[in-house]
């Protein structure tokens, strides 16, 4: 048997083949590196979730062991939120409270003060805000027709006073004594002329007709005349008819109104205040004209600010719980640390049938110059008008917190806690009095082993 024996060229052509291969098969650097990369990142990716899922099974599950530290992670994880108990402040002793409403302040006394006659606005002498005295003037109308009025009627009443007088006081002497001598000369004519008529008779039948009755017609127009004088002398002698008298004093009597309603219409010129009060509202402007029908809200608006009310709807079926003088508190929402004592004075005797809800006065005893008109409010009303008992605040033992030797208090404000310092008073039954350091509408957080932070949300 032959055998074949390799040469030196083919053992040569064979590894170079093989290396090549090798060659092929092996990663270049890039690729090697982003290949220890990606490893890299895998293995960190799942360090990272191993331990955020331990973090938040631990917050989500009691483990008395692990409390401490929880509390810790919950502080500082994002939205994370420790759970304290949160109660409210106790309040003993104070006022009873039967109802708290809201209101509004307004005078008890408030006028609109309006022009009654219509003119040309010449004067406005004061501003909002001012106080004026009662009868002091407020504004003045030009008054140049109305005075003329006046004037004219009382030119009038002057010509009928005149007139009446002269009927009462009668004729003159001289007046008498010249319708006597009329009376006189007038019968001495109808003597005269019935002497010629007398004369003329007897020569009849020498006589004209018409020169006949010429002398009939003047003896009848002497003897009229002489009769007319006579009963002139007569109405001088007995003075004037009643009904000529009753004729005149109507007249006066009807000047005399003329007078009085021209007096008041140039009165009415000058604007005065109608009580002793401030200023809440001026309207119109100087040189205007003035039309009472047309300025609804008037030219001023006056109240007496020291007798202010406060009005309120009260629910019908509360009605029954109040009574007239029943006391109150008012608390202004201006200045929530004042608070007003008021009573009940009385209410609407009527319904609002759409809101089943009774309009109820409130009147404030002691004003001051802090209180203004339309001023929003609170109205509590007390339930009993004995004195109290003094107003104390408590909170359980367990929510003070020694901060060295100063006790403190954790409430809530804006959803996050915060550190006061406070005073305490007396301890009975799990619970510790606060003298200084809270309000009654304060809410504290009772911190457990485990205490807030300042600023930390608290739920």
Sequence with gaps: MSSVT??????????????????????????????????????????????????????????PELQSV???????????KTKWEVVPVRVEGGEEVLLDLTGYITPKHKVNVSARVPGLLLALNFDEGQTVEAGAELARLDDTTFRADFEQASAAQLVAESRLLEMKNGALPEELEQART????????????????????QLKQDIPAAEWDQLEAAV????????????KLKLLESGPREERMRAA??????????VAKAQVLLSNTVITAPMTGVILERHGAV??????????????????????????????????????????RIIPDAYSDRSYAAKISRWQPQVNRARAVVRVVLTIDSPDDLLLAEMNCRAVILASPASPQPETLW?????VVM?????????????????????VGETKENQVQIVEGLVKTDQVVLPGPQPPVEGQSVK
């Design 70 to 80: 929880k509390d810790s992670l919950r502080q500082w994880m994002p939205g994370g």
């Design 287 to 328: 040189g205007e004209h003035i039309r009472p029908e047309a300025l609804a809200a008037g030219i001023y608006v006056v109240a007496d600010l020291s007798q202010l009310e406060v009005q309120v709807d009260v629910e019908e079926q509360s009605l029954g719980k109040l009574r007239v003088g029943q006391p109150c």
């Design 220 to 231: 009848s127009d002497a003897k009229a005349n002489h009769k007319n004088l006579e009963q």
């Design 182 to 201: 009329a009376v006189e000369q007038a019968r001495g004519k109808v003597t005269l002329v019935e002497k010629e008529l007398a004369r003329m008779e």
């Design 403 to 423: 901060n060295g030797e100063q006790p403190t208090v954790f409430i809530v404000a804006d959803g996050v806690a915060q550190q006061r310092v406070v005073k």
């Design 6 to 63: 390799p040469t030196t060229s083919s053992k040569s052509v064979a590894a170079s083949d093989v290396a090549e291969r090798l060659r092929s098969l092996q990663l270049g650097e890039t690729e090697r590196k982003t290949a220890e990369f990606g490893l890299r990142g895998i293995i960190w990716l799942v360090l990272i979730s191993l331990i955020i899922g331990g973090v938040w099974w631990v917050s989500q599950n009691e483990v």
């Design 249 to 258: 004093e109507a007249e006066v009597a009807q000047t005399k109104a003329m």
């Design 395 to 399: 909170i359980p033992a367990t929510g």
